[in-house]
């Protein structure tokens, strides 16, 4: 009885101080591009808007109710894997061969955990196969056939890869293919549309969850850096959490997701600065195109891209939201 008083005090004194300190963050991209107004018709833009604000909702109603980052990061990238508007499950980009081969990696602040698959074919949320990766195996990265097996066994949905097929991509594919065939190589600068998330939740705890189809025309197996850890996906409760997007073998090369951490924690530099430093610094000097999202672990947000445009928000405890697409 006596301990019981005790405790029942000590949680009356302790649960505004737990409740001061709980504020929460979700950041969420869709790809960075060649978005601007022209090329993206007012009622595509809208719905752009729609799908972005829901993937949002769905994070942040897990952060709301105490839930943790990495609920949200994986709640937030299934909705955009389900839309075709996006370049990850439901409408990830075609091979060389007209086929579609996903990717995609989540990581842990906290205990410093990982997990991802490369190259399956026939999985409709990448992410949470990543996600089991990480909870369910001493492995970080599973790959083609065998990631499929182990999905199946751990019984999340499989679908014919004739689920991940859409016009809309088949004709980019077509188009790239026209532009090898003609000028002996395509341009880069139309993709967009790999999804990924970031967030910090009411126990001060980091996620990061990336997730994608690749590039368009990717050959021979081609894996980026999106279920690359410390390229395309990091989450360090220590500094930040990042989610890439861009011209993926650059991001490997520069270890990208890693070494904004890494100015952080050696350097003591800003998120911001960090973040912009690499985007608009980095590889811009090497005209390599891309953006991320990232949160840091007081919740500041950063959101650079060198492209013109980036489908991207954040929302915060505070009651902040932001939704844009377009550079302004
Ligand atoms: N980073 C992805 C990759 O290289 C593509 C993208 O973000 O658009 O696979």
Redesign the pocket.
């Known amino acids: 009885m006596k301990h019981f008083v005790i405790s029942f005090f000590l949680l009356l004194f302790l649960s505004p101080l737990v409740y001061a300190q709980g504020n929460y963050t979700i950041v969420i991209h869709g790809?960075?591009?060649n978005v601007d107004r022209q090329r993206v018709p007012e009622a595509r833009e809208a719905e752009f808007y729609a799908k972005l604000n829901e993937a949002l909702d769905a994070g942040e109603a897990i952060l709301k109710a105490g839930g943790s980052s990495l609920d949200a990061v994986e709640a937030a990238v299934r909705i955009m894997e389900d839309s075709p508007k996006f370049?990850a499950g439901r409408g990830a980009v075609f091979t060389y061969e007209g086929g579609n081969e996903l990717?995609a990696s989540i990581m842990c602040g906290s205990k410093i955990t990982a997990g991802a698959i490369a190259g399956v074919t026939n999985i409709r949320n990448p992410i949470t196969t990543a996600r089991m990766v990480m909870e369910q195996t001493p492995h970080v990265l599973l790959t083609g056939k065998g990631a499929e097996q182990f999905a199946r066994e751990q019984g999340v949905e499989i679908v014919d890869p004739s689920y991940f097929f859409d016009q809309y991509r088949y004709d980019q594919l077509q188009e790239s293919l026209r532009q090898m065939q003609e000028q002996g190589y395509m341009e880069t600068g139309d993709?967009?549309?790999?999804v990924g998330a970031v967030a910090l939740d009411v126990h001060g705890n980091l996620a990061a969850a990336t997730s994608?189809g690749?590039?368009t025309a990717k050959r021979y197996n081609r894996v980026?850096?999106?279920p690359i850890i410390g390229a395309?996906t990091y989450a360090n409760n220590a500094s930040c959490a990042v989610s890439?997007?861009?011209?993926?073998?650059f991001?490997i090369k520069y270890a990208v997701a890693f070494d904004i951490s890494a100015r952080m924690l050696y350097k003591g530099s800003s998120l911001d600065e960090a973040a912009n430093g690499i985007i608009n610094g980095t590889l811009n000097d090497l005209n390599v195109s891309?953006g991320l999202v990232a949160v840091d672990k007081d919740g500041n947000v950063s959101m650079p891209f060198n492209t013109s445009g980036m489908f991207r928000g954040y929302t915060k405890s505070s009651g902040e939201r932001v939704v844009k697409i377009f550079a302004d």
Not at 191 to 194: I, L, W
Request: glycine letters at 38%.
């Open positions: 790809g960075a591009g370049n990717d993709m967009m549309g790999t994608t690749g590039m980026g850096d999106s395309g890439a997007t861009g011209h993926g073998e991001f891309g």
